[in-house]
């Protein structure tokens, strides 16, 4: 199936195939072809230009888009979107006084989260989370990092990993599995936490890597989580099984996690609500890509990342949604692209780059999505008839998008 698009008001990121991703000064520039062509085959973009030059070749449809702008589809690389149920009640806790904290030491938070997980079947678990990927793709986003972490026991992990490979085998949006065994410290190991890292690292990890369940290895690397010596170890297992880092650190203490994931060569360290100079200084000598999930600063009423500083030291910067129960039960990465700009300091262009492609390259997909490139995938958000993308982060809560192309086909198609 060969589809031209004609007209298009705005072609936005295209990108030569060799950016994988875009540092922090240059993600000012975004850049984009106007009044352009668009032709994609099947599952990949094929040809693009303005269209003056469009050529007269035979295509199965053609698509005047007028007055509408076509960009690559996010890319959010930090979601948790398999879980059991919503904590509402712990939303209503802390509009009533309570914080994240003193939630978690009530028997809320992570540990509820996982009571509730190992107690749900395999079936139902995949259709709720399904439902919440379907959602998130109609909202645009055509690639998506999905961390286990609510099992907090082995047979309960690798239902959360099974599940998310079987979203990923029937759905088009490419996903990536992220293994997040040490998310918090299960009641039963209370006094025994060497016990439960041990097992981590003699069983858990081995299983997951044999049995190919994910891609990435992660730790909630935090004051009264799993510090830094922990960490280590962790990663360190992780990587001698073939699996990549990617780990939370920073979002209430700065305890060191910085520099020990920079040294660890961490494709990502995300959250860095707090940052210090000193950990600045270790992103810059690093090829580790920050990621900021302004949904998580702005649903928990915590500090937000602070991008600029970030982008100013010409470090590149992602955003992702964090969509999860608990911190941010909203995976619209358009919201988030809106938040960056209102609260974060990013301009649209810093933002969408931060969503395209160096959300892909924060999950090791590069090559595959995050721009309009010839080769990659057809993965496209078609918008709504706007004035300028500066709309998109403008008008929050609202959809301006039209259609969502994900391997080439319509989402309204189906
Ligand atoms: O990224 N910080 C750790 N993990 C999640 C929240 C987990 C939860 O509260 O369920 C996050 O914000
Ligand atoms: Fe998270």
Same mark, same amino acid.
């Given at each position: ?8 008001? #705005? ?6 195939n060799?950016?994988e ?68 009640? !712990? ?15 009530? #028997? ?54 099974? %599940?998310?490979? /079987? ?40 299983? %997951? ?9 992660? %730790? ?19 990587? +001698?099984? #073939?699996?990549?880092? /990617?780990?939370? %650190? ?33 992103? +810059? ?63 649209? !262009? ?8 160096? #959300?892909a390259?924060?999950?090791?997909l590069s090559k595959e999505v995050?721009? *309009?490139?010839?080769g990659k995938?057809?993965?496209? *958000? ?26 080439? +086909? ?5």
């Amino acid at each position: 199936m060969k589809i031209l698009f004609k007209n298009i008001k #705005g072609l936005l990121q295209t990108l030569d195939n060799s950016i994988e991703y875009i540092e922090g000064k240059q993600m000012k520039k975004l850049s984009k072809l106007n009044n352009a062509f668009l032709i994609i085959q099947d599952d990949q973009i094929i040809d693009y230009g303005i269209m003056n030059d469009c050529p007269s070749i035979d295509v199965d449809k053609v698509i005047d888009v007028k007055e509408r702008f076509i960009m690559p589809a996010w890319c959010d690389s930090h979601t948790h979107l398999v879980f059991s149920e919503p904590r509402e009640k !712990e939303f209503v806790d802390r509009i009533l006084g309570l914080n994240y904290h003193q939630i978690a030491k009530k #028997g809320g938070g992570i540990l509820n989260s996982a009571r509730k997980l190992q107690q749900e079947t395999f079936e139902n678990l995949y259709l709720k989370s399904a439902l919440r990927l379907e959602e998130v793709m109609k909202l645009g986003t055509g690639a998506i990092e999905i961390k286990s972490g609510y099992g907090l026991e082995l047979p309960a992990e690798i239902k959360m990993l099974e %599940v998310i490979k /079987k979203l990923s085998n029937n759905y088009d949006a490419l996903i990536q599995s992220t293994f997040l065994p040490a998310h918090a410290l299960p009641e039963e190991y209370i006094n025994k936490k060497d016990l439960f890292i041990s097992e981590i690292i003699d069983q858990w990890i081995p299983e %997951v890597s044999e049995r190919k369940l994910a891609k990435f290895i992660d %730790v909630f690397c935090e004051k009264d989580y799993f510090d830094v010596d922990e960490t280590r170890l962790i990663i360190n297992a992780g990587k +001698k099984h #073939g699996l990549i880092p /990617k780990v939370h %650190v920073n979002q209430f203490n700065s305890i060191g996690g910085v520099p020990l994931c920079t040294e660890l060569e961490s494709l990502t360290i995300d959250h860095l609500e707090i940052l210090n100079d000193q950990d600045i200084n270790a992103i +810059k000598k690093s090829n580790t890509m920050p990621v900021a999930l302004p949904n998580c600063s702005f649903f928990l009423n915590i500090p937000y990342t602070p991008a600029r500083k970030i982008m100013d030291n010409n470090i590149p910067l992602a955003i992702a949604s964090d969509y999860n129960p608990g911190s941010s039960p909203s995976g619209n990465m358009n919201f988030v692209v809106s938040l960056a700009c209102t609260k974060m300091g990013m301009s649209p !262009e810093e933002a969408i780059n931060a969503a395209t492609i160096n #959300g892909a390259y924060a999950m090791n997909l590069s090559k595959e999505v995050g721009s *309009i490139t010839i080769g990659k995938k057809a993965n496209l *958000i078609v918008t709504t008839k706007i004035s300028s993308y500066s709309m998109i982060p403008y008008s929050f809560g609202s959809n301006l998008i039209e259609e969502v192309y994900i391997n080439g +086909k319509s989402l309204l198609d189906k």
